[in-house]
């Protein structure tokens, strides 16, 4: 019989269920705690340069993420989003891939965004949303993006790039481009009605994207197991008929290992892969955010232990790689480039009044036109009630 | 009587309607344990358990879906979704269930009692999503109830009413005054009826019109104007579906002008219906163009969200073109 | 280490993926074409009433089917859908349930509303949007519903009634009733967001509900395999962590059977289950499509002969349950009540103008009282134009 | 030029298109092999490939995604809703991310040359699941082009247009014209222009604008009108968004007097900003109230759609009220 079901057709004749925890998939893990490789584990191959750039872009990530905060709670920003917990996992993919693989995250990204080469002053022009930003001071702080460095620019909608991301890699197919994107999403987005549209959609039209799951434990206050009933995110693969792996996500080594695979795997299949991270959030949700609200200092406390980066340094220290000294040296700079940089872009003025309405089109319509003009007489008119404009128009 | 701030209104509203009816159930992300990103739901997990007060997957047309279900049994979901910008991927379980849901089974089933609380608008340097103030995109759709309340006695008093209400209700929460608007609230249960407008003040010279977190703004404008001797009458139109025609129509029909006011973007925006109504009921009686002070056409702004905003001063120099007309 | 995230941790050293189908679950089949059972199967208990209630539902449905189609090709109803091959899958599965278990269906799903006791009057009434329409003739043909029987009325937009149905499941639930909800759905539907949304949500919340994805090989014309690249719809159950079965949609007794088990089992344990039909769509999708436009005659014949009526009948027979000539008999019988009633049907009156306006709110705003009266006033004014309506009101 | 009706001139632009560049891809429910229920994309597959011409799993708010996606990395989808009543699953896509796309990242990425096509309005005893007409919702969505062709020569250069525009654009199509109306249509290349609306008629007693599907209805209504005398200017508004206010500023300031036509419900429809905007804009030459004539505040009705639709008798009534005021 022909089989238009697209299922097995295997029979059997006595009832019963299959479980719903009837596939179990185990986490890659290749680095441990003190900076020693699991035996039996094989290191994947990396060199010296790039994994010296890959413990840079955590540390400043880890650096940044600290003075940012900081600045927010004295009033310097108005919100921030830290990625503390999740470094390894976000720069240990984007190292794996191409420079131009497309990156399209959720916002806990910026290890991949730092990865790709975004400059400090680019995340601070971002922060402040000053007229130097590339998004033009439009979007709350941490929605950064840049074309020239294939890193989408991120959007509030928890979900709606998962689909995006399988279009993207679908053009990037048909275009015979070599490349593939990356799908970066918590495993809180992955509940959206999008994550199915776009996991299923890629996996149908064989789309080269690497759909990767930031399973953190967490989003905002609600824990996995009120998310979820299934053994994590990595299982939904079989439902799509798309390869699936889980690995450590503090474990920088078994993400690069696992992300290096999916891209060769993706590019030569034209398939999508599904990589689950399992690591934990070890910050607050947000600026917004007290967790104490919602999980223990206890939980907190044995994740920290868990540390991603000390991880690594230990692993390159061993490795003749990194020198301890140095390290530390090159981190207070760090900090200190970061203050300096901060009180530069804090004094950069916001981006001009054309700027509220260019690129709502790519060409005002005459309405927008219209509207501008209003509002320039009137500001014209109330000159102090509009300080940051006011002036700064012919 | 207590002093509340709005989410302390709202939140011993929830606490009173559940307490009176083991129907209604609290749900949405991180409702649950936590009481919501902006805690309006409290101690309500404490309070009557697991059960009726939950968190959910993130999932808005999940969430959506889910209430129908539930407010077709019978029950009373109030269903909250986080961020009024984040309602969207529910807008087919709103627009094409809920609103249709007696309608299309000719009441075999029905989906009242059921409410969506969500919180709307800036003024917390949010950008483009976390402003958006969506209620036009649903004053289009028959079937649907929407409210938006000004302060924390109207939020108490409307938000059992919408609870309580036969029709499924949109109930949007102006969050920049959550702790900002505090007032002098009844702590007993008290409704305030769905579909009817409040006048706030008399005036003879223009009708000024607007609903929720804007009401402030007018009637900042309006006291400038009062100042100079303008003669303002105050109207909060809060219900935006059904909207309160005669309120407004008797109210223009005295003054002879209208400047109606809103967050949302001007082009198909609320005051858009309103504006059209009233120049064909009142136009023997109009002096002057109705104007309309509303959002610009574009994504809602971050940095430049004070340019955006149709605040008290674009609000005053409206009211002065209406009556210099 | 505590588990946050909710996932298996078990750990590995090497990088393997796990397979898109490392799941494979089997079709549960206990009558065979002939009319026999398999060897090793056990035939569900089941008394000869409600054996026979299950076959005159497929046969009523059958026959109703074929009658309707005729009718909309001579113009007399507007559209129509056939259950054509399903027969057995919404029958059995109906036929398992208590008559309380509320039923949302899709729109191919008769047999379970006939099984539920909805009468010819009934069926006739709504399709020709009469006055008599519970409907109150408000939506197009097969779109039926009744509170009476706890078939909540069909709405056209794909996949919305599964979150619904985890809804209305767990407000059963709360209150405390013995009963469960089930939902049936095409595999087409299960590409939805909401599809997603609502097996998740009824698995994290305990929804008793049976989620029944009828997977007949098409959507209109597409094809499963263009629809999904996983192994048919159940195996998805392990990404929600529910128990899953699959069954020949064609053999009643395992329809029965397993619709049997998971109503038991959800209600036991308070959980969803999802039960994957595998049958075949043996008609058009519905009187406005044509499937020779995408798919052969040689598989439709070949699928023919897969007839669930014709196999349950030779078991009743079998059984001594069932005399053929009867059975004959009294579907020349059904013919001519379906003629009568439909003759009846189609000369009643449509829905007053009233019943334009009402049950939009439970009672009509003030606007629509204004809309009534200036639409009354229209009519009276051009009664030729509106036919249906004119000198029908006051 | 050859006669063609609504969907083989939608068929040949799209071929056109597929032709000129191969960035532009069509894809949706059933859209592939089968040529889509309405059968608009019929042969593409065949002639441009399963990779440019393909069915998409059933999801909406997938298709609107994959279609983002698409357009952001540089290619142009042409995403077939199968009926607009099916677009609201994927409003979140259309609303937060299409719309916004440009703006939010500061034109560091755009969504230029997606257009979703999708068919519109009643007439086809659809029920309100197959005839609905949901352009104001998008059209308060600042960011989005909305357009509606009346015949074949229009449908063909606008979606020409549609394609080759630097915005996204949706493009509702008339259902029940993809096979009633038939016309010559140029078998070359060419666009007719986004934003502009035609004047069809000139007249001077009172301006009668519609789009799509209801111009044949209006010129009805206008045909009686003029046979008792009246002479009236009748406007295709084309695009919904932008539309063109000057142009129907200009007849209204001509004629005094405006009735405006749409099948949506009457409250929120697009009507309603037309109205508010040239009461405002011809304030002072209008003789008579502007006039709405659209479908009721319920959802569109089965066994009673006559008595729904926006019809020429209803039409015509309120001509003869705007000019008899
Ligand atoms: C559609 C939508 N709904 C709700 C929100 C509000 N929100 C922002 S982040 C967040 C939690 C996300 O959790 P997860 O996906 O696990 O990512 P994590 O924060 O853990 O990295 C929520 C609910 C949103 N941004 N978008
Ligand atoms: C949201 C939505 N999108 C599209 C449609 C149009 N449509 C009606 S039935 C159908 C195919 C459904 O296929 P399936 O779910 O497999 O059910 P089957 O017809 O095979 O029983 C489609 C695309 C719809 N009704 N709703
Ligand atoms: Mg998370
Ligand atoms: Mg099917």
């Avoid at chain 1, 919100?79 to 976000?90: N, R």
């Avoid at chain 1, 689909?163 to 679908?170: D, F, N």
């Avoid at chain 1, 000390?310 to 090159?330: C, H, I, M, P, Y």
């Avoid at chain 2, 009692?113 to 759709?141: C, N």
Wanted: glycine share 8%.
């Amino acid at each position: 019989m022909t089989n238009p079901n697209n299922a097995t057709i295997s029979t059997v004749h006595t009832a019963e269920f299959t479980s719903g925890h009837a596939l179990q998939i185990p986490t890659l893990r290749i680095l441990q705690d003190d900076g020693s490789i699991y035996p039996g584990a094989e290191v994947p191959q990396l060199d010296q340069a790039t994994a010296l750039k890959m413990y840079d872009s955590m540390q400043f990530i880890r650096i940044l993420d600290e003075r940012m905060l900081a600045a927010q709670r004295q009033g310097r920003i108005s919100f921030y989003m830290q990625c503390l917990g999740e470094e390894a996992a976000t720069v240990g993919s984007a190292a794996a891939l191409d420079d131009k693989d497309m990156i399209m995250a959720q916002y806990r990204e910026q290890g991949a965004l730092r990865y790709r080469g975004f400059s400090l002053e680019q995340f601070m022009n971002q922060l402040f949303s000053n007229e130097k930003d590339l998004g033009k001071g439009r979007q709350m702080p941490v929605h950064y993006g840049s074309k020239d460095i294939y890193y989408m620019t991120i959007s509030s909608p928890l979900g709606t790039q998962i689909p995006q991301a399988s279009g993207y890699a679908y053009a990037q197919k048909l275009r015979g481009l070599k490349n593939t994107t990356i799908c970066y999403f918590g495993e809180g987005a992955a509940s959206e009605g999008d994550f199915h549209a776009g996991l299923n959609m890629a996996a149908v039209h064989k789309a080269p994207v690497i759909f990767f799951c930031r399973n953190n434990g967490y989003a905002i206050s609600t824990p996995a197991n009120e998310q979820f009933k299934g053994d994590g995110i990595a299982c939904r693969g079989v439902g799509y008929g798309m390869k699936a792996i889980r690995v450590d996500g503090a474990d920088i080594l078994a993400v690069y290992k696992a992300t290096q695979m999916a891209r060769d795997y993706a590019l030569e299949h034209e398939e999508p892969i599904l990589i689950e991270s399992i690591a934990y959030r070890l910050g607050a949700h947000s600026s917004s955010d007290d967790p104490s609200g919602y999980r223990s200092k206890e939980e907190e406390e044995l994740w920290r232990k868990n540390d991603p980066i000390s991880r690594f340094r230990l692993w390159l220290v061993k490795q003749g790689w990194l020198n301890e000294d140095e390290d530390k040296t090159k981190s207070d700079a760090l900090r200190q480039e970061i203050l300096d940089a901060l009180k530069v872009a804090e004094k950069v003025a916001k981006p001009g009044i054309e700027h509220l309405m260019s690129d709502v089109y790519e060409t005002p319509i005459p309405l927008l036109n219209e509207q501008l003009e209003e509002l320039k007489a009137h500001i014209r008119k109330y000159p102090d009630a509009y300080p940051v404009t006011a002036g700064r128009f012919e | 009587m207590a002093k509340m701030n709005m989410l302390q209104a709202i939140n011993n509203a929830l606490d009173l309607a559940m307490a009176k009816d083991d129907g209604v159930v609290c749900f949405g992300e991180d409702v649950g344990h936590f009481g919501g990103v902006f805690r309006a739901t409290s101690k309500l997990q404490e309070k009557y358990g697991k059960a009726r007060c939950f968190n959910t997957p993130l999932t808005e047309q999940g969430i959506a879906g889910f209430a129908n279900g539930m407010a077709a049994q019978g029950m009373k979901p109030v269903a909250e979704i986080q961020f009024a910008d984040y309602i969207f991927p529910a807008f087919d379980q709103i627009v094409n269930e809920t609103a249709k849901f007696r309608y299309r089974s000719g009441n075999e089933f029905n989906v009242g009692g059921l409410v969506f609380r969500t919180p709307y608008g800036g003024g917390i340097a949010g950008g483009h999503y976390h402003s958006q103030s969506p209620e036009a995109y649903f004053a289009h759709t028959p079937g649907l109830k929407i409210v938006v309340p000004r302060d924390p006695a109207q939020a108490k008093g409307l938000l059992l009413a919408a609870i309580n209400c036969p029709d499924p209700v949109i109930f949007f929460e102006p969050k920049k005054l959550y702790r900002a608007s505090v007032g002098e609230v009844s702590e007993e249960y008290y409704e305030i009826p769905l579909g009817k407008a409040e006048v706030l003040q008399q005036g003879k010279d223009v009708t000024v019109l607007a609903w929720g977190a804007q009401m402030e703004i007018i009637q900042k404008a309006v006291d400038m104007a009062q100042a100079e001797g303008i003669s303002c009458e105050v109207i909060d139109l809060r219900s935006i579906q059904p909207w309160d025609v005669d309120t407004v129509a008797e109210s223009v029909m005295k003054t002879g002008r209208l400047v109606i006011n809103h967050e949302a973007p001007l082009t198909g925006g609320f005051a858009a219906e309103i504006a059209s109504t009233i120049q064909k009921k009142c136009f023997l009686h109009l002096e002057s163009p109705i104007e309309r002070v509303c959002g610009l056409d574009i994504p809602y702004p971050l940095a430049l969200e004070k340019e955006y905003v149709p605040d008290h001063l674009k609000t005053y120099e409206a009211i002065k073109r209406s009556v210099n007309f």
